[in-house]
């Protein structure tokens, strides 16, 4: 049998930045190439990032994406690489965009995959299964392809396929099968969710079957606005073998050898498949580099725990909205609360100390041990830490409006998100905020004020999860000899938001233990009301967390970004109308 040594590059490109993620290519196929690689692919959309979102309309960053791909090809023959095949994710197009009026049926934008050699496109696939659901909207960017591109490299016959190609049965899969392809290359860009990972090992198996050939999975990582990338790359055998998987929230460099099935007696042409494809050929004749000296097993990396997935996820998401945007640090506001901390753990974690402002804003109703715990943290993880007192700035106000109750608690915490975003446009910070999902679904927050800021690294986080969260990095720290970073008393302390005497988040809603399993219900599993009953729940006390939920849909239109970790995240896949009369009612 012929062996083919395989590298899968799982990197973090950025969207948009063409000649940037062009380097990227170029610096990993020639680590690769040192490896000795005779194939090397890359992730899905790598050349433009992923996703680009309405940037598929402007005629000229299609354009731009086709001419890299063509500057790509003679670059990396310039580097000396052109021996070696590389396949690589970009956009292209056969068309205008299907939103002009100039469109054209079953042509327009494609989300694309190419197989360089020699200084040349030499052959090219478009993704077949286009998802529509969740944070997808790819029927709304891109036209189906319909062909599938054999390309005999190296005496062996190997197919492209794109991401959610993989996560339908049928359609290239099959196809493959039915064309005697040995290896089927899946570039993807699969966004993170929590356990997602243990449903992608067997979604690659079953295509393995399906198609009869091995299957090679690279996926990219790094963030990208809410979306956050784990890498977790790997290749799989017809059989179902694991070879090799790679770490999870890294760049990795995965090379493998395969023994994989010489290349069939098919003759050279078009033909039909199942599922309505088409099929079309490509011959590489030149010979490919040899491997040289064997290379060493990839090896099998094993997922991590729940909660250190998470804290990888969050951390990964943070530190790149911040540089790929370029902020300079962040500024987030230190209450000695379980959510700052977490948060200000977070940041410290992505960008070092040196890079985060921790502000304590303490009022008349703060209390000591919220000062202490703040300023502790402050110690313990080295960052900046600043006092800015504001009951002068909150008696100034209260002197010149008659304000009670609610509204007094509200100046406050506005006062404070007046005072992170002053020092935003003073210094340069990215203003974080703090509120956990919990908080978000039930409208638990004062807009424009501890709702302020430009990302939320918890958004997407259960109030329940960032206890554990907090719990398991400080566990973390110990396993590895560190000071852990959050202080037991934030861990431990009833949660308030100290707006007014004695105040606990209990006082209004229900403990954190029955609200969110409520919640989890609702929002990520669209359980109405009889489903939440009809599951344990108390009757009343779901009437009056649906009705929180209901009703705080303009807040949430309006909070920050964040990384998303969960199924159901609010706002690319929660979508509801937020003037809406629809309330659930009992049977």
Known sequence: MPTLRLALCQVNPSVGDLAGNAELIRSWTARAAGAGAQLVAFPEMVLTGYPVEDLVFRRSFVAASKAALESLAAALAADGLGEVAVVVGYLDADGPPQVSGDAQPGRGARNAAALLHGGAVVATYFKHHLPNYGVFDEDR???PGDTLTVIR????DVTLTICEDLWQAGGPFAAARAAGVGLVVNINGSPYELNKDDLRLPMVRRRAAEAGATIAYVNLTGGQDELVFEGDSMIVTADGTLL????????HLLVQDLELPAAGAAATGDGALPDGMRLTRVTVDAELPAPGQPTDAGGVIEPVADEAEVWHALVLG????????RFP???LGLSGGIDSAVVAALAVDALGPQRVVGVSMPSQHSSEHSREDAADLAKRTGLDFRVEPIQPMVDTFLANLSLSGVAVENLQARVRGVILMALSNQEGPLVLTTGNKSELAVGYSTLYGDSVGGFNPIKDVWKTLVWRLAKWRNAEATRRGETPPIPENSIGKPPSAELSPGQLDSDTLPDYDVLDPILIGYVDGDLGRDGLVRAGHDAAVVDKVLRMVDTAEYKRRQSAPGTKISMKAFGRDRRLPITNRW???GE
Do not use: C, I, M, W
């Open 141 to 143: 960017y891109f036209v």
């Open 153 to 156: 490299l190296g005496g062996v």
């Open 244 to 251: 090799t998987r790679a770490p999870q929230f890294v760049e």
């Open 318 to 325: 943070l530190r790149d909205y911040v540089d790929k945007n």
């Open 329 to 331: 640090s962040v500024v």
């Open 583 to 585: 309330r659930e009612r």
